[in-house]
Structure formats: structure tokens, C-alpha cells
């Protein structure tokens, strides 16, 4: 069995400053581990994944993420938040990295970003 | 350039209906495509897998009656609300296995409303 817990269901920033988006996976195996950002009324866009190479991954638009097993956990991070990055972030776990593999989704965080 | 497309992007109509969504993988063939239900501020929940050429695997909890799905090509799967009702608007979204470094490709979902 897996699962994601992304604990937090709202964050809001000013822009400019550091974003973090917490999660916590659980997984009988060793996991794939995604980030995926979805703008209103669209569908996902995969930030990074973490597939057992480096535990620090970088993503598109400045996003990286590191994989902490002793923490279980996958926190997202950004160290200058743009208004432009204001959308939904679901963490994603995957059983192994088959591209078939079914993905089990948090239940997404809203990031907020003021000026 | 989007390599899941999904039509239509949105759908209102009366109860009673039947609604039919295409995804279509483009520029590369996709034998396994997944459909996934997302209602409002919530998380994106697995509803069937459509495999080519054989009947799909739906999740539990899923009624197959209602929501037929055909993966006919290696191109094209279809997902069929039918006798929709207002319970069944929703946020569909259908994914292939990526190419590449993508672990899926999402299509831009459809919106669908029943009035």
C-alpha cells in the first residue's frame, strides 16, 4: 500500500519570499515520487520526480524537492515565490517507475501568492 | 505542446444525457490511458484504467454501467457518462504513460456539468 499525506491544505506567500509545500509519503516498496502543479480548470503539469537517483531534485521554474527517507518525506521548495506560480500542487506517489504504474495523489495544496 | 489531448474541455447538458469525453494521445501510441474524477478542491481519484483492445479495469467503488470506457486504437480512449445526473459533474481528466522522463501526460481535462 501507498499513500501521501500533504499536510497542509492552504498556503499563502508574499511574492518574493520562499515557498514550502510539506509531504509525507508512506510506501511498502521503494518509491517514485512526483510533484505535479494544476492551474484552474487545467490539467496537471509534472514540476519534478524523484526515482531513486539524487535525493535533491530539481524541477521547472525554480522548484526542487528533496527526498528525506529517514523523514518520509518530499517537501517542495521555491526560494522566491512569483504571483505566476499561484495554482494547485498535488505530491504523487508511484509504485516503481513503470510509466504504466497507477499514481496515488494527495489532496493538493493551494498556494496563494500576495504582492 | 500538449501531447494528451481531451475533448471537449466543457460539457453542460440535461439530466438524463449521455456524454461522451475523448482523450487522444498524440504522436505516439498509448496502449494503457487512465481516467481520473476530480470534484471541486479535492484531489484526483484513479477511476478505471482503459487498456487497448480488452475491457478496462475500473477502481472499486466504480460503476462500469455507468461509465463506459472504449480504447478502440492505440490513439484514442473514450469515456461515456451515461444517463448522467447533477452527482455526476465533475472534472475528468485522462492521462497515457509519458515519453521520455514523464512519468504521465495529463490531458487539460473536461468540466462536466449536468444541469
Known amino acids: 500500500a501507498q499513500s501521501v499525506t500533504q499536510l497542509d491544505s492552504h498556503v499563502s506567500v508574499s511574492e518574493g519570499t520562499p515557498v514550502l509545500l510539506r509531504c509525507n509519503y508512506s510506501s511498502s516498496y521503494s518509491p517514485s515520487l512526483f510533484w505535479y502543479v494544476q492551474h484552474p480548470n487545467k490539467g496537471l503539469q509534472l514540476l519534478l520526480k524523484?526515482?531513486?537517483?539524487?535525493?535533491l531534485v530539481k524541477g521547472i521554474n525554480g522548484f526542487e524537492a528533496e527526498f528525506k527517507k529517514s523523514e518520509t518525506s518530499f517537501h517542495l521548495t521555491k526560494p522566491s515565490a512569483h504571483m505566476s506560480d499561484a495554482a494547485e500542487y498535488f505530491c504523487?506517489?508511484?509504485?516503481?517507475?513503470?510509466?504504466?504504474?497507477?499514481?496515488?495523489f494527495g489532496t493538493g495544496t493551494r498556494l496563494q501568492v500576495t504582492l | 505542446g500538449a501531447v494528451v489531448s481531451q475533448h471537449p474541455s466543457w460539457v453542460i447538458c440535461k439530466s438524463g444525457t449521455s456524454v461522451k469525453i475523448e482523450c487522444r494521445s498524440l504522436?505516439?501510441?498509448?496502449?494503457?490511458m487512465f481516467w481520473y474524477r476530480q470534484f471541486p478542491k479535492q484531489s484526483l481519484m484513479l477511476m478505471a484504467t482503459?487498456?487497448?483492445?480488452?475491457?478496462?479495469?475500473?477502481e472499486q467503488g466504480v460503476e462500469k454501467d455507468k461509465f463506459l470506457i472504449n480504447h478502440a486504437s492505440l490513439t484514442l480512449s473514450t469515456l461515456t457518462v451515461t444517463s448522467a445526473h447533477p452527482e455526476d459533474s465533475s472534472f475528468y481528466i485522462c492521462?497515457?504513460?509519458?515519453?521520455?522522463?514523464?512519468?504521465?501526460?495529463f490531458g487539460d481535462g473536461t468540466r462536466l456539468s449536468i444541469l
Open positions: 504522436d505516439f501510441q498509448a496502449t494503457t
Open positions: 492521462s497515457a504513460p509519458g515519453q521520455g522522463s514523464q512519468p504521465q501526460h
Open positions: 524523484y526515482t531513486s537517483a539524487a535525493t
Open positions: 482503459s487498456n487497448e483492445g480488452s475491457k478496462a479495469t475500473y
Open positions: 504523487v506517489v508511484s509504485r516503481n517507475t513503470g510509466t504504466a504504474s497507477k499514481l496515488t
